[in-house]
């Protein structure tokens, strides 16, 4: 069984930064790649961030893109999501999850049902 703990999400005003972490257990934590996905209150989730096995490749929603940084420690089974210039329409809850392989193609990488397990997420909310 895969466990995936986020944490260090939180209240920021509009320009700040926060840096979220997912610690993954149960599972050989280098063998997949890893994804960030995020739901905004009433709206469905959608696809943030991913990383491959390595940490080599990784990948951004337009949304995001230039403004957050994915990232993985596969010695600590971790993976990061550093996220700068923060905007109100970044506040959302943050989910981290394992890919069912270790370099996502382009048509599965932001596909939830190509994730196999994910956390319980971690808010976010940035203030205008």
């Known amino acids: 069984q895969v466990q995936l703990v986020e944490s260090g999400g939180g209240l920021v005003q509009a320009g700040g930064s926060l840096r979220l972490s997912c610690a993954a257990s149960?599972?050989?934590?280098?063998?997949?790649?890893m994804g960030w996905f995020r739901q905004p209150p009433g709206k469905e989730r959608e696809f943030v961030a991913a990383i491959s096995w390595s940490g080599g490749t990784t990948y951004y929603a337009n949304s995001v893109k230039g403004r957050f940084t994915i990232s993985r420690d596969n010695a600590k089974n971790t993976v990061y999501l550093q996220m700068n210039s923060l905007k109100p329409e970044d506040t959302a809850v943050f989910y981290c999850?394992?890919?069912?392989?270790?370099?996502?193609?382009?048509?599965?990488?932001?596909?939830?049902?190509?994730?196999?397990?994910w956390g319980q997420g971690t808010q976010v909310t940035v203030s205008s």
């Open positions: 999850a394992v890919h069912k392989t270790k370099i996502p193609a382009y048509d599965t990488r932001e596909r939830q049902d190509e994730y196999d397990y």
């Open positions: 149960g599972r050989t934590f280098s063998n997949y790649a």
